[in-house]
């Protein structure tokens, strides 16, 4: 079974016990920063995937690390995973668990890449536009690429807009380097 297809699982689980707990939101801000410690801190990583230390110490410390932050099931699916040895999967795990939560509730996801930081309201504007655009509530994750010089690249699932100051240079370019095209 690939790897995306047992997030989902795991995902899918994991909506079942936010559910039955009443807190979607909060689960996902959970399972989020779980993901966020396995992929930014190394040692965290390494002690996650290494094979010498026994799966029963790797239960026992997400125990004593999360019990007094987590709800008691929270940590039991941790400790799933790790019983399971899927716990490396955790940040596609999140990932998954949001797309179902935003499926769940009606709303899309739409990456949005500025050329810079945005301004105060300009964030409030661009995720109003999409929604109405879209039909849908839209929750917008922004990526900064300076390299797009100016204007926003819109991504929705397979969907991509290209209002960036970059696109719209190339294309002048290619006409005025090809006129007849």
Known sequence: MRDSTIARNYAE?????????????????????????????????RFLESPRV?????????????TDRMPRLMVRFLEALVQNRRQLLIPQIAIEYAALVDA?????????????????????????????????TAVAHVRIN???????????????????VRRRLGLLKAKLVHPSR
């Open 146 to 164: 300076p390299d797009i010089v100016g204007g926003v690249i819109v991504r929705v699932g397979d969907y991509v807009k290209d209002g960036s």
């Open 13 to 45: 689980a994991l909506v079942t016990l936010a559910q039955r707990a009443d807190d979607l939101e909060g689960w996902g801000r959970m399972i989020d920063d779980v993901a966020t410690l396995v992929t930014e801190d190394v040692r965290v990583r």
């Open 104 to 136: 769940s509730l009606g709303r899309v996801r739409a990456e949005v890449t500025l050329a810079r930081e945005p301004q105060a309201g300009e964030m409030e504007a661009i995720t109003a536009s999409l929604s109405k655009t879209l039909g849908r």
């Open 54 to 66: 026994p799966v029963n110490a790797k239960k026992e410390i997400l125990n004593k690390a999360f």
